[in-house]
């Protein structure tokens, strides 16, 4: 094979396949639970009231139930790509006990082709902890069922030791 073919081949394959890859993760991506915490200027508990598709994006509408870090309007809307309904998940992590959650960069959030980041999806009668400035992180949108959350206690311990 010519040098010429393989010269070719290699660039046709990178361009082929770099279209699959993100180059600009959205903010959070790889943050560690602390980073995560403290690099985001804003952390709220929130609830869906609302969401509404489109042929190619869903639009979720969230009421704010608990300022934890920051200001916020009384509702936030976050935009994402249409995904299933299959694609959401329930799992909030043993109320975050699970060793896995702790030790792993994972949360309840698929990580799909092509968004650069994970695909946070929200359902009524569910709350959430979300970190609206770091939706790269696979823990800014975790389901939070009661206030003894291992995730929402940590999260909210380190705040306030933050801000005294």
Known sequence: MSAMKIVSSFILYFVIFSSYACFLPKKGSNYTLEELIDKSDNIFMVEMSSVSKSEFTVTYTLNVIEVIKGVSN?????LNLEVNSRSYRQNDFNNHNDPDFWSKD???????????????????GHKYLYFPDSLGAFKSAEIIKSSDDKWYKFVKLRVSRKHT
């Open 74 to 78: 009384k509702q936030l809307t976050f």
């Open 106 to 124: 994972i949360g309840r959030s698929k990580f799909p082709c092509c968004i650069c980041g994970p695909a946070h999806t929200f359902k009524k």
